[in-house]
């Protein structure tokens, strides 16, 4: 699906306002100014994005996911490289512990990020599009990226929404991916409900 111009910048602008809030929220965690920047937005299929996300192909990805339905069913994602999730991890903890507890704390911290970062995006989408969803709690997953979006890859009439979001954390540059996956009906009705927030935003000026 092609998007419109206007139909970017409205995404980009729903999803920097999602950003934004979890931003605020992380910044809170930790005593460093964390700054979210989401330089590139498109709504493609599964093919193009693993095409798009620069990563090895067989390297092995750390993955928060957050299902929801209710007039849109599908899944979040938010997938980050091995080195980011290393440079994550270290600077929500306490990096002293012994090899044996670090998967777990590794697990335990990027699944809370994830849960916060996913729940402001998902959040802002719905309020700002009034989209009541209905949320599972997340989950964690480690994989390479087809084998992460593998369930969607075989919906090839689907698109799905891409926003690859950079964490500035004190001149350190964190990347993770935020991906928005959707069943075949609900990609359409996620540019419907697009194409009606552009409407209100230009009939409200």
Do not use: W
């Amino acid at each position: 699906m092609n998007l419109t111009e206007d139909q970017i910048d409205a995404i980009r602008e729903i999803i920097n306002i999602g950003v934004g809030k979890s931003a605020a929220i992380l910044n809170k965690m930790i005593n460093k100014h964390i700054k979210l920047q989401v330089p590139y937005v498109e709504f493609t299929k599964v093919d193009k994005i693993i095409n798009i996300i620069s990563h090895n192909s067989e390297d092995e990805l750390s993955s928060v996911n957050l299902n929801f339905k209710g007039l849109l069913v599908g899944t979040a994602k938010l997938i980050f490289p091995t080195d980011s999730a290393a440079k994550l991890v270290a600077l929500f903890t306490d990096d002293t512990t012994g090899d044996d507890d670090m998967d777990e704390i590794k697990v335990a911290t990027l699944s809370e990020i994830g849960n916060i970062v996913l729940n402001s995006l998902v959040g802002t989408i719905s309020n700002t599009l009034s989209l009541p969803l209905n949320y599972s709690i997340p989950s964690y997953q480690e994989g390479i990226l087809s084998n992460l979006l593998s369930y969607y890859a075989s919906m090839t009439e689907s698109a799905h929404l891409l926003a690859q979001t950079r964490f500035v954390i004190e001149e350190l540059e964190i990347i993770g991916d935020f991906i928005l996956l959707l069943e075949v009906e609900s990609s359409y009705v996620f540019l419907e409900l697009v194409d009606q927030f552009l409407k209100n935003q230009f009939q409200g000026n």
